[in-house]
């Protein structure tokens, strides 16, 4: 068994960035590989880096600038592998990713279950600094159990964390191109929806860049705070219709709604009380969620969640 992998890379102005993450993609031990670099409508020599790459197995897509989920799409639409490997245009994944996701798959017969591993952050150029993002993972029979763990916990993977079979791929479907914000977290709980089971394997280490302002996750403004109110309103109704009626566990689903108020300025007072009207019908979360520093935890703890949010604003103001 010889399964080709489809490594999906969407390009927007990353010449300075994609030639590594190419490297990163075609070092690995695993061989059997299609590079398909998806170049969103770049300013730059993104596309050059790409198309002059010294490796038979990258492609180049070029297309206008419609955003990163659209770029993703088009991979998709065009990949011809038997897994699917995300990969940003400024991240690394270790040369023995890919092969050892694969190997810990293929020992289950079946097509439908998901890799995942530990990822770091890193910063290039001198004084870089790498820090655990995330390596205490375990797997999971209902792979949905682990959205409600991460839920409470807060622990988060970026897209080239995963290793997805493409069968589930084509089950979650596309990534939803009206999202500007969270939407690897909306279309990974379609992936989590569509799985088998969930594997984790430690020795599969992803690398995920960061001080890059232009990063979609660092945006914010009304547009983004809509987008991750839309995100947070897909991944719950998928929650929710995996528990039935699960009242515990409901409570855990409140914190994608705490964890946005937590992240935007609070100025707008239709989302604030938007928020706080879908933590009221999920239910408060329980006291261990984690959220927030060691202040805001003690203000959460003295005066409850409300009166601790209130006077974040204050101070923030």
Request: charged share 25%; hydrophobic share 40%.
């Amino acid at each position: 068994m010889n399964p080709l992998v489809s490594i999906i890379i969407p390009s927007y102005n990353s010449a300075g960035t994609l030639r590594k993450t190419l490297e990163a993609a075609c070092k690995q031990s695993w061989r059997h590989l299609e590079v398909i670099v998806i170049d969103d409508g770049s300013i730059d020599a993104s596309a050059d880096v790409a198309k002059t790459y010294p490796d038979s197995r990258v492609r180049l897509i070029r297309s206008t600038n419609r955003g990163a989920c659209r770029a993703r799409n088009l991979g998709l639409h065009v990949a011809k592998g038997d897994y699917i490997q995300f990969l940003d245009a400024d991240d690394l994944i270790e040369d023995n990713k890919i092969e050892s996701q694969i190997e810990a798959l293929t020992v289950f017969n079946s097509k439908r279950l998901v890799a995942y591993g530990p990822w770091c952050e890193f910063i290039d150029g001198a004084g870089a600094s790498i820090r655990s993002g995330y390596s205490s993972g375990r797997s999971y029979a209902e792979p949905m159990e682990w959205l409600f763990d991460a839920m409470q916990e807060g622990f988060y993977l970026p897209p080239h964390c995963w290793l997805v079979p493409t069968e589930v791929a084509v089950a979650a479907g596309d990534w939803d191109e009206r999202l500007l914000q969270n939407q690897d977290g909306e279309y990974f709980s379609r992936v989590l929806a569509a799985a088998s089971g969930l594997v984790w394997v430690r020795n599969a280490s992803a690398y995920y860049r960061v001080g890059n302002e232009a990063s979609v996750s660092q945006a914010k403004g009304p547009s983004y705070t809509n987008s991750l109110l839309l995100a947070a309103d897909l991944i719950r109704d998928r929650m929710l219709d995996y528990l039935g009626d699960d009242s515990t566990k409901r409570r855990k689903i409140s914190a994608l709604y705490l964890r946005i108020l937590y992240r935007i300025d609070g100025s707008n007072e239709e989302d604030v009380r938007r928020i706080w009207r879908e933590v009221e019908y999920l239910g408060l979360p329980p006291r261990s969620l984690r959220l927030g520093g060691s202040k805001f935890r003690m203000l959460r703890r003295v005066f409850g969640w409300k009166t601790a949010f209130f006077i974040k604003r204050l101070m923030q103001s």
